[in-house]
């Protein structure tokens, strides 16, 4: 019995390793001919990201107004490359993809869903990738999908603000109130500013107190 258990596990590790790598491969290896680098580090690597920045990732593309070097989806497409897990890069990538109502931005070569990929095999340490990325699952309707990479997120960085909010969020939405109030409570102790959650939570009648 116990050479079977360990047979099966065998097989499933191979099974696991032989998925990622055919994801990876899917959404392209993370190599690239300027970067990658670590959004976290941003200081360290200061002029090498106000370059990426100055040129591809100016106001105009993250508020999705215009392209900077060339259409939209190309300057973000290039900021990504250089820098996987660019935050407000990823926000911006969820806006486009939410106005395009598809799953692949205009003028980017990979499908939205792998330039998160992306971002958690380079940093698979970094909570804000799993809160983007969650968020954007959420939006979608997959509440259960996006509760699992916040979870993620939390066994990462448990007092993250922004993770707990939307557990708090998620929790709701799945009235485990209990659970909501106490996620709340994590996010707005560690200074969440928007008061959404808290607001819905008292028009349930499971908060103490409205924000304004």
Request: hydrophobic share 40%; aromatic share 10%.
């Given at each position: 019995m116990n050479k079977i258990l360990r047979i099966?596990?065998?097989?499933?590790?191979?099974?696991?390793?032989?998925?990622?790598?055919?994801?990876?491969?899917?959404?392209?290896?993370?190599?690239?001919?300027?970067?990658?680098?670590?959004?976290?580090?941003?200081?360290?690597?200061?002029?090498?990201?106000?370059?990426?920045?100055?040129?591809?990732?100016?106001?105009?593309?993250?508020?999705?107004i215009k392209g900077a070097t060339g259409t939209l989806g190309g300057d973000l497409d290039y900021t990504l490359r250089a820098?996987?897990?660019?935050?407000?890069?990823?926000?911006?990538?969820?806006?486009?993809?939410?106005?395009?109502?598809?799953?692949?931005?205009?003028?980017?070569?990979?499908?939205?869903?792998c330039w998160f990929n992306r971002a958690?095999?380079?940093?698979?340490?970094?909570?804000?990738?799993?809160a983007v990325y969650g968020s954007y699952l959420f939006s979608l309707g997959k509440t259960d999908e996006a509760a699992a990479l916040f979870k993620q997120g939390a066994a990462v960085e448990p007092e993250n603000a922004t993770i707990n909010y939307n557990l708090g969020l998620v929790s709701l939405k799945q009235g485990d109130f209990e659970q909501a109030r106490a996620y709340a409570k994590k996010a707005y102790d560690a200074g969440f500013p928007l008061p959404g959650l808290k607001n819905k939570l008292a028009e349930a009648g499971q908060w103490e107190d409205k924000a304004d």
């Open positions: 099966a596990a065998l097989l499933a590790l191979t099974a696991a390793a032989d998925l990622h790598a055919a994801t990876a491969n899917y959404c392209g290896e993370l190599a690239n001919s300027y970067g990658p680098y670590d959004y976290r580090r941003r200081a360290e690597f200061q002029q090498n990201v106000n370059l990426v920045e100055m040129a591809h990732f100016t106001p105009d593309v993250e508020y999705g820098i996987p897990n660019h935050h407000r890069a990823l926000n911006t990538l969820i806006t486009l993809a939410q106005r395009e109502r598809g799953v692949q931005v205009t003028g980017m070569r990979y499908p939205v869903e958690l095999r380079f940093t698979p340490d970094d909570a804000n990738v799993y």
